[in-house]
């Protein structure tokens, strides 16, 4: 009994398809002059059935093999007591010859999905080991070129060495991006624990204040804990204030807050640079592309907001901006798994990279 009830749980959809069309085929033999509509229900569903669980082509065959016979014994059941014609038996194989139509295209999309998931995971699994591979020959590029740039060379040479040190310390920081957000787009890299909400917004402030002369002001407005992977919501949240401080500049104003709402932990970062312009805005998460007015004089890999958006997702959570060219730009990332504690009052303020902590 209990193994029957184990898979009554395991297959709920197909004992309750099973009992639909159990009554449409008594409902077809008690009224024989409205067959047409049960026998149709018991298609329909079927089809539908079939929609949501995809069985496999031996599962597929025997089911459509089932209903046939089932539906045919019972309308040729009613030919025989009326006056209806044995044409009526041609609508089994017609609506067999449809479901069998479905089942093609339905094999197909999935063949497709299947396809364009292998791909997906060969591309980032050769994005992360081609990012691997790199780190090594780069550190060592890079060591030779210092050594050479340090043993008394001329200056025409010394400058031609500066720029080859600064164009591999570039390639490196684009391999370490991309091995990176390759790792942030597998759940199983995170190391998830409870983190302290507060000193998560607090200390990205402190990293950043004290780098960029900005008009800071920090505002936690619950206190709490919230689950993920510190690491990973460090850098995200460090990506987020990097494209701040790169769209403003000295003295103009960054505001970070850390907000609850109900089981969601929401940090806001807003500025008041020089904003994004909507026909840009929507790749602004996109790979390697990288959008910075010519007079903030800054430029970037374009994998900043791609890794902070991946790592985001990977707590289950959300990224978005809001933006007004000219007025600034809002990034909120909110993430699940916030729990919360007594209401906090009072704020953080800082100017020009001087940060006052909240007691």
């Not at 310390?169 to 995170?190: D, F, M, P, V, Y």
């Not at 407005?221 to 995200?236: H, I, N």
Request: proline share 4%; charged share 20%; net charge negative.
């Amino acid at each position: 009994m209990s193994v029957i009830a184990s898979l009554t749980r395991k297959y709920w959809l197909e004992s309750l398809w099973v009992a639909f069309a159990g009554a449409n085929l008594v409902a077809i033999l008690v009224l024989p002059e409205f067959e047409t509509v049960p026998f149709h229900f018991i298609w329909v569903s079927f089809t539908l059935l079939y929609g949501l669980r995809v069985w496999g082509l031996g599962t597929t065959f025997a089911a459509l093999g089932a209903v046939c016979l089932t539906t045919a014994v019972t309308l040729g059941w009613v030919v025989t007591q009326g006056p209806q014609g044995p044409d009526e038996l041609t609508e089994v194989p017609l609506m067999g010859a449809m479901f069998l139509a479905m089942v093609w295209h339905a094999r197909r999309r999935q063949t497709a999905l299947e396809a364009v998931s292998k791909a997906a995971e060969r591309e980032r699994a050769f994005v992360r080991d081609a990012s691997h591979q790199l780190k090594t020959p780069l550190a060592i590029a890079r060591g030779y070129a210092q050594l050479i740039r340090e043993s008394g060379a001329s200056p025409d040479l010394h400058a031609d060495i500066e720029v080859l040190v600064l164009e591999l310390n570039r390639l490196g920081r684009i391999a370490e991006s991309l091995l990176l957000l390759a790792s942030s787009e597998q759940l199983a890299t995170l190391h998830k624990e409870w983190i302290d909400f507060e000193e998560l917004v607090v200390a990205v402030a402190q990293r950043w204040s004290g780098a960029a002369p900005r008009s800071w002001r920090v505002d936690v407005r619950a206190e709490g804990v919230v689950f993920g992977d510190r690491k990973g919501l460090d850098s995200a949240l460090d990506t987020v204030v990097d494209n701040a401080v790169k769209a403003t500049s000295t003295g103009d104003p960054i505001t970070i807050v850390g907000r609850g709402e109900g089981p969601t932990a929401v940090i806001e970062v807003a500025d008041g640079g020089c904003g994004i312009d909507p026909e840009s805005l929507s790749k602004i998460f996109d790979r390697f592309w990288s959008y910075w007015p010519e007079f903030t004089g800054s430029s970037g890999t374009g994998l900043g907001l791609a890794i902070a958006k991946a790592i985001v997702q990977a707590h289950d959570g959300q990224i978005s901006v809001d933006t007004e060219v000219g007025v600034g730009t809002t990034f909120s990332v909110r993430l699940p798994g916030f729990a919360r504690s007594p209401v906090l009052t009072g704020e953080i303020v800082s100017t020009a990279g001087d940060t006052a902590v909240l007691s």
